[in-house]
């Protein structure tokens, strides 16, 4: 994985990533059953990715503006402390959660896809959009994934993350 100069600079920092829910774990697309219940599709790519960083010391925090349990019952699998569902300040959530951890912005990233999320990624060390983001994010996000929502673009940025400090190698190591 190649990085310029700056994307590396900022990921280097991370010591928090904080993603989107709908669209950025998931395609974005909610599925209602009859009943009303929910159900979410999530990746296992990204699932694995999100465990590789809280295995390498990066908090890792899902902040989405809906309350959805499937969130909660992923997160629980994944061993996700750090989940705030009904969320619409994300910004004030996200900052909260940064002075919580005694963290400065530059040591978090947040990664998102639609405007509700522009106010987090500004606030943010390292602000990352899905490929399938709102265009209107993009002027103001480092760095874009290849991938999209829910098809494995939280696994591309938990690479990025760990590449830019060093330990992807290690990573693979581990798998091999």
Not at 44 to 60: C, F
Not at 83 to 93: E, F, I, P, T
């Amino acid at each position: 994985m190649s990085l310029n100069t700056e994307l590396a600079q900022r990921a280097a920092r991370i010591r928090l990533v904080a993603f989107d829910v709908d669209g950025t774990l998931t395609d974005g697309r909610l599925w209602l059953g009859a009943d009303g219940n929910e159900v979410k599709q999530f990746h296992v790519h990204d699932g694995l990715g999100l465990k590789r960083l809280m295995a390498n010391g990066i908090e890792v925090a899902l902040i989405t503006a809906r309350v959805s349990h499937p969130v909660a019952v992923r997160a629980d699998e994944l061993g996700i402390n750090h989940v705030y569902q009904g969320q619409h300040d994300k910004r004030a959530c996200l900052l909260d959660l940064i002075d919580a951890l005694h963290l400065e912005p530059a040591q978090a990233a947040f990664v998102g896809d639609d405007l509700p999320d522009l106010a987090p990624m500004r606030a943010a060390g390292l602000a990352i959009a899905v490929a399938n983001a709102h265009p209107w994010l993009l002027e103001h996000t480092h760095h874009q994934t290849r991938l999209r929502g829910g098809e494995g673009a939280a696994r591309e940025v938990s690479d990025l993350i760990l590449e830019a400090q060093g330990k992807l190698a290690a990573e693979r190591e581990l798998w091999l």
